[in-house]
């Protein structure tokens, strides 16, 4: 049976693996995008989740989906509505709230920004990580987010 203290080293270890994998990953998958397109990963996350959302989105919702502070998603969203990209307006009901949806340059853009950022994904993770291990570190991580 593992001591306390190598079962931590263990769970250390994996976090900084893992922290490495996702930065060096996801930087390479910035700089394909940027290359591209001129939009960064943090562009098309935006754009994903809006598009993903099914219709006008909550500025408070796409932060929370985006896992980022509000003022962070302000700045993205901004950027992108400055583009043409995102229209930003006053909620229905509540004007208070600020609601987000794509425009037909912004659903284009994402379009086209998926096809790279889909091969990345084959490319940087897939590449690494028969099926089965792939299954496996997604069902222990999901298992671990719950």
């Known amino acids: 049976m593992a001591s306390h203290a190598s079962d931590l080293s263990d769970a ?3 976090w900084e693996q893992l922290l490495r994998f996702q ?3 996801a930087a390479e998958m910035d700089r394909d995008l940027q290359e591209a397109f001129g939009h ?3 562009d098309y996350d935006v754009l994903h ?6 219709g006008p989105i909550r500025m408070g919702e796409l932060a929370e989906q985006l896992l980022v502070a509000n003022s962070s998603c302000t ?6 509505v400055q583009s043409g ?3 930003r307006k006053p909620g229905d009901i509540d004007r208070r709230e600020v609601v987000i949806a794509l425009t037909p340059k912004g659903r284009k853009l994402r379009r086209r920004m998926a096809v790279l950022h889909t091969r ?9 990580f028969d099926s089965d291990a792939a299954r496996a570190i997604h069902a222990s991580l999901a298992t671990s987010t719950e």
């Not at 990345?120 to 690494?128: H, M, N, S, T, Y």
């Open 23 to 25: 930065r060096t990953t």
């Open 40 to 42: 960064s990963l943090d």
């Open 120 to 128: 990345d994904i084959e490319r940087l993770v897939g590449a690494g």
């Open 49 to 54: 989740q809006v598009h993903a959302h099914n």
């Open 12 to 14: 250390v270890a994996l």
């Open 75 to 80: 700045r993205l969203v901004g950027k992108l």
């Open 85 to 87: 990209h995102l229209t």
